[in-house]
């Protein structure tokens, strides 16, 4: 035998009891042994309340009468419930005359709401040839006689229930009202709100049925809510202990009083959804799962209170005084939390009371207040408790720590030591951020990356694509999912919360809206977006402005854009201020040598002690390129130079790398990872760029290549043999000093020698440190192109994920 309990919305008009026939119908077709327990209609049990909250109150309550009837009879028709109507209105009738109810009548009331349903179910499955036995619990289900919440009498109603059944068996299925129950007297009770889940298990325990089936309007047991979190997913399976846990927050299907009868009899629960008939819904059953499950429920609307006071310390009774004036109000208290200082005791109370509760304490310990061993008692009212069920303190450190990373600090936290519980305080305007980051580290295999992108020109551009292209075998072999949430210009940007695809840039064309940095933080904030990294691939000086703002709100950075590393040395240290003041990271692997490991290197020699004593080499690829080829070949300086422009290596206007200044910023970054506070103008930078030709229009310089030909040759022809042309950086001095020697200048060096023997358009770098002497770490290769570049802030974008990830 099973027994089958349908709720109030399975049983509403319309779809609901269409769907409900048919669960039945189906099951007896199928030759299946059951017996069906209901609640009241829709939310017939609350309107009932309400029609005699009316009459007891001399309102007109007829109307509302009128409306409940016709629910109930609805298009059934030949359904008589004139005997239940004429009931309602004599009660209601002596309630309104009297101006009062007792909780007796009201369980009369309210007990006509089941006896409607069971009486309309029976009548349509006797109308479809199902013998089914309209089943009045209160001639079974005997109680202690207290009105509203009665307790049953397990022997007699046990009795009653098994001669019932013993009688009505067979094919016959018994359709029985939940809920109601009478007492010795024959005085109709009721089991409590939600009785009828209690009346199912009580039956299913006499019974000592196969299972007990509970429809409702969801598919089972979610691992979080599913509106708040959209990665819940539904928990197959789950033991009474567990489910025990999730009752204490609103799960009344799990009420304790409706399991214990179930655990008694080790009867499994099955909570199902009417309305989507092939879900296998949530099993629970007295078998632990080895793994334990994991749930989070939330508690929306509480409110924090705060009792403070120095006088506290090793007093005795000031907690019992604090619940005890609470309990006087009948505030109930969920978290609690007082350090071992005792100097001050931290609760949640339901936001409603929280006023209530605040007030009733300042009376209490008003002499205290006054003494000044109590100091203020505070209320805190937006806050919201998140619990992990099924969580213990020795994996809570992920959670909390993902939290942390993502910018929520809770108020307060709180475990106990049975039943596996955290729960966490933390303010509701990050309640659903909190809650989807607690989500992502306890049950989802891949975390998600959110990342805004700025500037998606050449090396913007193709990262964006080297991103769409890789996201799926990375998030196959690294879990983690990277999702480009924004694309922005200097002027306008896209959002897509889920994510931009390979259309991104017609999208920006089309779609793109004016923003402010401010709005990309307001999208990421709206849509609870975590882990999140925002991309500089601009050459702008005006975004790097932005940096603090994005840090501050949870981003961690990357940028190719060298800009903010060669600012003032203030500025270099008040972005190194706010990043280790928010926990957060920024990358800029690509700011020297593109994508070659450079920075990366030099941060882990310096790190770990090694002393770095110089540092040169040719740090731009188009001037490697043009140097390069002009020394190896018998040609005319301007020709070498104008193939390199040609080529795309230099900048439209070549100035920009002849000038010297990007090779010289390179270097200043360099020497700032060395601790040195070195400024830009520190820099000797030889300006490649004869006087006469710096200023003025790009196109008549272009124009004029010509006139570099002698300077240069020049240079050429007056080295010595086997020598060739470099233009390099170089860091060098005491560089334990405040400040080391930045020369940026074009040198002449033997072929053989290291530097002498770059080719094309690649950097070498020669790190020298103390432990390798003479021999200098080389590192070398393209050190510039799009391409390469994109790869690099790739690989940072990565290096920042694994950090998140772990
Ligand atoms: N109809 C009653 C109520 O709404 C009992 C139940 O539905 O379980 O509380
Ligand atoms: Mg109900």
Not at 533 to 539: L, V
């Amino acid at each position: 035998m099973k027994i089958l309990k349908f709720g109030g919305k399975s049983l509403a008009n319309g779809k609901g009891i269409r769907t409900v026939v048919r669960i039945i119908e189906d099951k007896v077709e199928k030759g299946e042994k059951i017996t069906v327990v209901l609640s009241a209609r829709g939310s017939t049990t609350d309107e009932l309340e309400e029609i005699l909250e009316k009459a007891s109150k001399n309102e007109s309550y007829l109307e509302q009468l009128e409306a409940f009837k016709k629910y109930q009879l609805s298009d059934f028709v030949g359904v008589d419930f004139n005997q239940e109507f004429s009931i309602l209105d004599k009660l209601f009738e002596g309630v309104s005359l009297l101006g009062d109810y007792s909780k007796r009548i009201k369980d009369q009331v309210l007990s006509q709401g089941e006896i409607l349903s069971a009486k309309l179910l029976t009548q349509i499955l006797n109308e479809k040839n199902i013998n089914a036995n309209f089943t009045d619990s209160r001639t079974l289900i005997i109680t202690d006689g207290q009105f509203g919440d009665a307790q049953p009498l397990d022997k007699l109603s046990k009795e009653n229930v098994i001669h019932h059944f013993q009688k009505y068996n067979g094919a016959t299925v018994n359709v029985v009202t939940g809920f109601i129950a009478s007492n010795t007297k024959n005085e109709t009770t009721t089991l409590g709100r939600n009785g009828s889940n209690y009346t199912a298990s009580l039956l299913a325990n006499y019974l000592e049925a196969e299972e007990l089936q509970n429809f409702t309007h969801v598919d089972g047991i979610y691992t979080a809510n599913p509106d708040l979190v959209p990665n819940a997913k539904k928990i197959e399976k789950l033991s009474f202990t567990e489910a025990n846990e999730l009752a204490y927050f609103g799960a009344n299907i799990l009420h304790a009083k409706t399991i214990i009868p179930l655990i008694e009899k080790d009867i499994p629960l099955r909570i199902l959804n009417t309305f989507d008939h092939k879900n296998e819904g949530t099993l629970i059953t007295s078998a632990v799962s080895e793994k334990g499950i994991k749930s989070l429920s939330v508690l929306e609307d509480v409110a924090l209170i705060n009792l403070e006071g120095r006088g506290l310390l090793g007093k005795a009774g000031v907690d019992a005084r604090i619940f005890r004036a609470l309990a006087h109000k009948n505030i109930s208290v969920s978290i609690i939390s007082q350090g071992s200082s005792e100097r001050g005791i931290g609760f949640v109370v339901e936001a409603d009371k929280a006023k209530e509760a605040k007030s009733v304490l300042e009376k209490e310990f008003e002499a205290d207040v006054q003494k000044r061993d109590v100091g203020t008692i505070s209320m805190e009212r937006n806050v919201s408790v998140i619990s992990i069920i099924g969580q213990d303190l020795s994996t809570f450190h992920k959670p909390y720590n993902a939290l942390i990373k993502n910018q929520v600090t809770p108020l307060l936290f709180n475990n106990t030591l049975t039943g596996k519980n955290v729960s966490l305080v933390v303010q509701k305007s990050q309640l659903h951020r909190a809650l989807n980051v607690i989500h992502g580290e306890i049950f989802e295999i891949s975390k998600k990356i959110n990342i805004a992108i700025f500037g998606h020109g050449l090396v913007g551009g193709t990262l964006i694509d080297q991103i769409l292209k890789s996201a799926k075998q990375i998030e196959k072999r690294k879990n983690i999912k990277l999702n480009i949430f924004a694309v922005a210009n200097s002027k306008k940007i896209v959002f897509d919360k889920k994510g931009v695809g390979l259309d991104w840039k017609t999208k920006v064309e089309k779609q793109g809206v004016l923003y402010s940095i401010e709005d990309v933080v307001k999208f990421a904030d709206e849509n609870h977006l975590e882990n999140r990294i925002a991309i500089d691939n601009t050459a702008s000086q005006e975004f790097t402005g932005n940096y603090l703002g994005l840090i501050a709100h949870g981003f961690d950075l990357v940028s190719s854009n060298k800009v903010a590393n060669t600012l003032s040395f203030d500025f270099y240290k008040q972005l190194r201020a706010g990043l280790e003041e928010n926990q957060k990271q920024y990358l800029y692997e690509t700011n020297v040598g593109a994508g070659l490991p450079l920075i990366d290197t030099i941060k882990l020699l310096h790190l770990s002690g090694e002393n770095i004593t110089r540092i040169k080499g040719v740090f731009s690829g188009s001037l490697s390129y043009l140097f390069n080829t002009f020394s190896e070949e018998e040609r005319l300086f301007s020709e070498v130079l104008q193939e390199a422009i040609d080529m795309g290596y230099t900048e439209p206007d070549p100035r920009e790398d002849l000038c010297g200044n990007d090779v010289g910023r390179k270097l200043l970054i360099l020497a700032r990872e060395l601790d040195l506070s070195n400024e830009l103008t520190d820099v000797n930078i030889h300006n490649l760029i004869p006087e006469n030709l710096r200023e003025g229009e790009a196109a008549s310089f272009l124009e004029r290549l010509k006139e570099l030909d002698a300077v240069y040759q020049k240079i050429k022809e007056e080295q010595k043999p086997d020598h060739v042309l470099r233009y390099i950086g170089d860091l060098w001095g005491d560089l334990f000093q405040e400040k080391g020697n930045l020369d940026v200048k074009l040198v002449s060096v033997p072929q053989g020698s290291a530097l002498g023997q770059v080719k094309g358009s690649d950097s070498i770098f020669e790190i020298y440190t103390e432990s390798y002497g003479d021999q200098p770490i080389v590192i070398q290769g393209a050190g510039a192109g799009a391409a390469v570049t994109a790869r690099g802030v790739f690989g940072d974008v990565l290096r920042l994920a694994d950090k998140i990830n772990k």
